[in-house]
């Protein structure tokens, strides 16, 4: 249940940042209110708090509360999250691009390090070396994402190459949108440099997959492996992942749990 409580507050706020054609203003109104109701949900009274008629997301911070009350849960994290969502709404409005990898990564501890801290935290491991592990691996998935979407998100008007890399091969984001052919070897080299910077990060971060007790350690070792085999499908198609979005597929599966057991 505290899993589910955390899945369905963070998807949710993911949605009024994402879905639908409300103007960046309202996402972000939208956003501060999720916040407040985050709030109260945190505090002692937040049980009758939220069944006042002015909640707009009772469901959610119900769930959310309990799960925060009887586990502790850390609750800059929760906050984190949305602040990534509220960046993502204010970076797509503007046209934002990032300056370089570093920059990308303060988006990620943000956006997807408090969900592997907060699910740490269930199961008990909270010590230095695990929390910069789960650090590692969430960042590398959400890195992942970026690369795996670049097909999906330039048309959305979302850019996560940073410029630095861009400026080692002289190429222009301009240049992905257009799939200029002419450019096409200096952007495969792009997404190569950006794809073997992720898999480095995945394999520091593979060893917390012995720290985490039971079921959800298995499971840790199919998401490691699951991004590990999303960077092999956009090296077989030779990084062209602003041409097609690469996913898994049925057939993986067995690949997947083969190198989970030897992990």
């Not at 209110?33 to 002692?44: D, G, I, S, T, V």
Request: hydrophobic fraction near 45%.
């Amino acid at each position: 249940p505290a899993v589910a409580a955390i899945y369905h507050f963070a998807r949710t706020a993911d949605d009024i940042a994402d879905e639908g054609d409300a103007p960046a203003a309202q996402r972000l109104a939208d956003l501060a209110a999720y916040r407040a109701e985050l709030h109260r949900c945190l505090q002692p009274t937040s049980r009758s708090t939220l069944e006042m008629p002015e909640a707009r997301w009772p469901g959610i911070f119900l769930a959310l509360g309990k799960a925060a009350r009887r586990h502790a849960l850390p609750a800059q994290c929760l906050h984190d999250l949305i602040s990534a969502f509220e960046q993502d709404v204010r970076h797509t409005a503007s046209g934002h691009r990032y300056a370089d990898t570093a920059e990308l990564l303060a988006y990620c501890r943000l956006s997807a390090n408090p969900v592997g801290r907060l699910l740490l935290h269930l199961y008990g491991v909270r010590d230095a070396a695990s929390l910069r592990q789960s650090d590692q691996i969430c960042s590398a998935l959400q890195l992942i994402n970026f690369w795996q979407d670049i097909s999906v998100d330039l048309p959305r008007g979302r850019c996560y190459l940073p410029a630095d890399a861009l400026r080692r091969q002289d190429v222009a984001v301009g240049d992905f949108a257009s799939d200029n052919g002419a450019k096409e070897a200096a952007m495969q080299a792009v997404v190569a440099e950006l794809c073997a910077d992720a898999r480095e990060r995945m394999q520091q971060g593979a060893p917390l997959v012995h720290r985490v007790p039971g079921r959800a350690g298995w499971e840790l070792r199919l998401v490691v492996q699951g991004g590990l085999r999303i960077l092999d499908g956009i090296a077989a198609r030779h990084h062209r992942s602003w041409q097609t979005r690469v996913t898994l597929r049925k057939g993986d599966l067995p690949r997947l749990a083969w190198r989970a057991l030897w992990m």
